[in-house]
């Protein structure tokens, strides 16, 4: 399934649960409740057009992944591995990314309202921005993260480590 081409296909509850799927392109795809537990996802990529709610990501590498624009709304990446992945411009509210190793990851502009991020590992993560309203960042790792212009009514940084963290211009909760 590697280089495999997605493009416009419909995924309603498809399964590439431990998929092998690096470099994968899943430009315009869409559908519900899609799995993709465990699957190597690396490099693959999404764009606007891309609407997959409630797909299941837990454990899954997308690490290096650019899925700009995508609609990920409730989607569960629980301890999956998104080390410089680009979720920028994403629609992720309610999405799961508990003990998710997301170091260098881009939020930029994405909509991450009630999502839950406990104990993630955002280490430098990009979050300009972005909208945390009411989303959970309890133990989360936010070393060097930048959170300029986010917008954060609500959230919860308790005990998450903000050490070197940029808050400029940030609306704090």
Not at 55 to 83: I, N, R
Not at 85 to 106: H, I, V, Y
């Amino acid at each position: 399934m590697a280089w495999a081409d997605f493009s416009e296909a419909v995924l309603d509850a498809a399964d590439f649960s431990l998929a092998a799927g690096a470099s994968s392109t899943y430009d315009g795809a869409r559908g519900k409740q899609a799995v993709f537990a465990r699957a190597d996802l690396k490099g693959s990529r999404a764009d606007k057009h891309t609407t997959l709610p409630g797909a299941d990501f837990k454990e899954a590498s997308l690490a290096e992944a650019c899925w700009e624009g995508a609609d990920l709304s409730a989607a569960v990446f629980e301890k999956s591995d998104l080390q410089q992945a680009d979720f920028s411009r994403c629609r992720l509210p309610g999405a799961n990314f508990t003990e998710a190793c997301a170091r260098r990851a881009k939020f930029s502009r994405s909509d991450l309202t009630r999502a839950v991020m406990v104990s993630a590992d955002l280490f430098r993560g990009e979050f300009h921005k972005a909208v945390l309203n009411h989303t959970d960042l309890r133990g989360a790792n936010l070393f060097e993260a930048e959170f300029l212009r986010a917008h954060v009514s609500g959230a919860d940084f308790s005990g998450a480590n903000l050490k070197r963290t940029k808050l400029e211009k940030w609306t704090p909760p």
